[in-house]
């Protein structure tokens, strides 16, 4: 009867113990107790739990712990010891708390929750060889991860175990895994870049059906493709990222581990000819979900699905993107804040387009150029700022503001010509100043750079629009808002349909576009401008009246003239509004 209790099964087995624990202990018994403690609730049980490990027991200094596979405990492993190999960083020799580790995969007896048997005994001999820092595994647990885990393995041949009748191949990880020079010597980390930087990592197959891997790789391949030609962004290499296909790795690990504050996961689900796709977007720093979608195709149409996603994630992902910045900025310290920290601040305040709003980004801007003088980013985004003040009348001095604009422009341009948004921001400037042939190459440059750019085709919108091709602007505007629904600038598109329909004579649906734009962003009083002229148009001269008293009220001294100066438009199309305006008693 007692034969039919035991139960045997196979299972990886790592067994831990803490490098010369007597003398540490002899030296300082409160605070190695402490410490340990602290190593363990803030590292090692959760990578434990993150690995799918059961801890059997601890025995002072020592570990035991069961894994159903032997991939997952030498991961365990390694992530432990890098983990002590960086809290170690800075910490004098005689006080450091470093493991030795030993991972076997073999039988074993339980006993309760207890395990016994040789695959205990001999992951508890392979931890005694190890070095402090390092992970000694044996040939039985080598052929299960071999090819499966980046990780340098060094052969140390045939070695005699105390108690064990056979001898045991034995291969070693030295500090985790990490080329180091010496155990308990930590990776160093690559710092974060100044611009948003991303890796697309593998995304998981959930078919059913096996083989099917190369529907998830192909889209990550194209999502990697298509946002590394976002030259604001950097993003991590498509090898780099597939080392994480299969490994069970959290957030801030990934991010550390590539020096990235952002990751793109996702997975693919196949039943017979339908796909289902999700996707989000994580900050590594907090493990935060920053923005995520779903998308439903079929296999046959997996191409043309593949282009959409990329398509619109792209253009998702760089407003998501630009406003989880502004927030990691404004987290900083201000004895922290470089160049890029103050531009990433003055951001909400650049797209704005409200005369205080453009002043408080122009302050911020100032002191990005401040510390760094060359930095093409904050130097377009003030370009930007000055061309605003000319356009939606902030200054009487139009003229000046439109100067420093182009001033500001061409020289980003200069440091930084291959930057679709610092194109963007020059078409921009040109269109300013009427010269909408070199805006419009200046944009179309821009997209040839980055497809997916909303705010480019935005103001590529705005170009026909004073071009008099209304109905090419809509495409254009329509185009914007379908790479990026969420933008926060989407109310200055409905502003330009409100602008290809009061170009086309249609005013009722003019009207309707610049009350959506006012519901987006109610501090742009200036659509009061275009309000009015579209209500005078529809013949809601009560209500035009009421339009132009809202926009007197910011723009007191505004007039016909002044907006005419202001304004890109045609001579011809600028008289039909002019002839509006004065139908309701706008002053000339």
């Not at 504050?261 to 493990?287: C, D, F, H, M, P």
């Not at 801007?365 to 356009?391: F, M, T």
Request: charged share 25%; hydrophobic share 40%.
């Amino acid at each position: 009867m007692a034969e039919d209790r035991v139960q045997r099964r196979l299972a990886a087995i790592l067994a831990a113990d803490v490098a010369g624990y007597s003398r540490l202990v002899g030296d300082d018994e409160e605070g190695t107790l402490a410490r340990l403690k602290t190593h363990r609730r803030e590292l090692v049980d959760g990578k434990i739990a993150e690995h799918s490990g059961r801890l059997v027991k601890t025995t002072g200094d020592g570990l035991l712990i069961e894994f159903a596979s032997a991939v997952d405990a030498v991961r365990c492993a390694i992530a432990v010891q890098q983990g002590m190999a960086e809290r170690n960083t800075g910490v004098p020799q005689n006080k450091r708390i470093e493991f030795r580790v030993g991972v076997h995969v073999g039988d074993i007896i339980s006993e309760g929750d207890d395990i016994l048997g040789d695959g205990v005994n001999i992951a508890a001999r392979l931890e005694g060889i190890a070095d402090p820092g390092a992970v000694c595994i044996s040939d039985d647990a080598y052929r299960q991860v071999r090819g499966k885990l980046d990780a340098p393995f060094e052969d140390k041949g045939n070695q005699k175990l105390k108690n064990i009748a056979n001898s045991v191949r034995v291969y070693a990880i030295r500090s985790g895994g990490a080329a180091a020079a010496g155990p308990s010597v930590a990776r160093a980390h690559p710092e974060l870049p100044d611009k948003p930087s991303i890796v697309v990592l593998p995304f998981d197959n959930m078919s059913a059906e096996s083989g099917q891997d190369y529907l998830a790789d192909g889209i990550v391949e194209a999502i990697t493709a298509a946002l590394s030609r976002i030259r604001s962004f950097f993003v991590i290499a498509r090898n780099s990222a597939f080392t994480y296909k299969g490994r069970a790795t959290n957030a801030r690990d990934i991010g550390r581990e590539l020096g990235v504050a952002y990751l793109i996961e996702g997975s693919v689900q196949k039943g017979g000819n339908r796909l289902r796709i999700t996707v989000q977007l994580v900050e590594t720093e907090s493990g935060a979900h920053v923005w995520s979608s779903r998308y439903d195709g079929t296999v046959d149409d997996i191409f043309d699905l593949q282009d959409r996603i990329t398509e619109q994630l792209a253009g998702a992902i760089q407003p998501s993107i630009r406003i989880a910045e502004v927030e990691r900025a404004r987290r900083k310290r201000p004895q922290d804040l470089g160049a890029y920290d103050y531009t990433m601040r003055a951001m909400p305040h650049v797209w704005a387009l409200e005369k205080g709003e453009s002043t408080k980004a122009l302050d911020l801007l100032e002191k990005a150029l401040a510390i760094d003088p060359n930095y093409p980013l904050a130097l377009s985004l003030a370009g930007w700022c000055h061309g605003q003040r000319s356009v939606y009348n902030f200054v009487e001095d139009i003229v000046g503001s439109q100067a420093k604009a182009r001033t500001m422009a061409e020289r980003a341009a200069e440091l930084g010509g291959d930057d679709p948004i610092i194109l963007a921001v020059l078409g921009a400037v040109h269109t300013f100043v009427r010269n909408l042939g070199t805006a419009r190459i200046l944009l179309e440059r821009a997209l040839t750079l980055d497809p997916n750019a909303a705010w480019a085709w935005s103001r590529l919108g705005w170009v026909e629009n004073y071009s008099e091709r209304p109905r090419e602007a809509m495409g254009n505007f329509e185009r914007a808002m379908r790479l990026s629904p969420l933008d926060p600038m989407n109310f200055n598109n409905y502003v330009g349909f409100g602008s290809s329909y009061e170009l086309l004579g249609e005013y009722d649906k003019a009207v309707e576009m610049y009350r959506r734009g006012l519901q987006e962003r109610p501090n742009a009083r200036w659509i009061y401008r275009h309000l009015a002229g579209s209500l005078s148009g529809a013949g809601q001269i009560d209500e035009a009246k009421l339009a132009l008293a809202e926009l007197l009220r910011s723009y007191p001294d505004l007039t016909i003239s002044k907006f005419r100066g202001a304004m890109v438009f045609s001579h011809n199309a600028f008289d039909r509004m002019a002839e509006n305006l004065r139908r309701i008693d706008m002053p000339e």
